[in-house]
């Protein structure tokens, strides 16, 4: 894990046109993906490539891996997990999935560009014309020692993408081993199902409770949440917000 330190990073939301700042404390955040060794180890089975990231692992086995990882090392688990429905208990210290905020915030380490670093010594992209995610650690880290965070594989983060238009959709983040550089940027989202799996999706853990209140913290926050989801009038076609699926 490396340390992150606390500081300021500048969001967007593409959709609604709409920017703004996020005052972050400081936190922890893994220097690789999680590898298929790792997510094997909890399983109890083996892997065929053992340093690639792990990728085909919905948001909700990722939650999942986290809690296992956090009861593993006698750490409290970061989420309250009933089905389907999940809840992050701010407070608590053990692995979680980076809000978005904290994973733009650790994957920009001070950049303002659209790379921390030239893209072709930073990332697996389609330019490499791959066929598979690549070992961790192949290309260079930002300063704050964190590698892969762009290319290779996307990543999962904590966040709603846009509850308004995709519902329970989560947040991915960096772009994938077969993404042109467009899709290879700091500051680009993707999103899915929290089921959805995707042969270049993969996730990384971070660590840190806050103290506050109970359902906000790092950029994120319930209350915005339902707000985000409330669309007045008629539905544009496609749309499926929540409490309307």
Same mark, same amino acid.
């Given at each position: ?108 380490? $001070?950049?303002?560009? *659209?790379?921390? &670093?030239?893209?072709? +010594? %930073?990332?697996?992209?389609? /330019? @490499? ?82 103290? $506050?209140?109970?359902? *906000?913290?790092? &950029?994120?926050?319930? +209350? %915005?949440?339902?707000?985000? /989801? @409330? ?15």
């Amino acid at each position: 894990m490396a340390e992150i330190p606390g500081g300021t990073v500048g969001l967007h939301d593409a959709r609604r046109k709409v920017r703004w700042s996020v005052e972050l404390e400081p936190f922890e955040l893994a220097r690789y993906p999680v590898t298929e060794e790792q997510l094997a180890e909890m399983l109890g089975e083996s892997a065929a490539h053992p340093r690639r990231p792990a990728t085909g692992v919905s948001w909700l086995r990722a939650v999942r891996f986290c809690n296992a990882a956090s009861e593993w090392e006698g750490l409290d688990p970061a989420y309250g997990v009933d089905g389907e429905e999940v809840t992050w208990h701010v407070d608590a210290d053990g692995f979680r999935l980076p809000t978005e905020a904290e994973w733009e915030l650790a994957c920009r380490a $001070g950049s303002t560009g *659209a790379h921390y &670093g030239p893209l072709q +010594e %930073v990332a697996w992209t389609a /330019a @490499d014309g791959l066929t598979a995610p690549q070992d961790i650690g192949g290309r260079m880290p930002n300063v704050y020692g964190l590698f892969d965070t762009l290319g290779n594989v996307w990543e999962w983060c904590w966040d709603l993408l846009d509850p308004a238009r995709y519902g329970d959709y989560r947040v991915f983040r960096g772009g994938g081993f077969a993404d042109d550089a467009w899709s290879v940027r700091a500051s680009t989202r993707r999103g899915g199902a929290p089921r959805t799996t995707l042969e270049d999706l993969g996730f990384r853990v971070a660590r840190g409770g806050f103290d $506050g209140p109970a359902d *906000a913290a790092q &950029g994120w926050s319930a +209350e %915005v949440d339902r707000e985000r /989801a @409330d669309v007045d009038g008629p539905l544009p076609v496609g749309w499926t917000p929540l409490g309307r699926r």
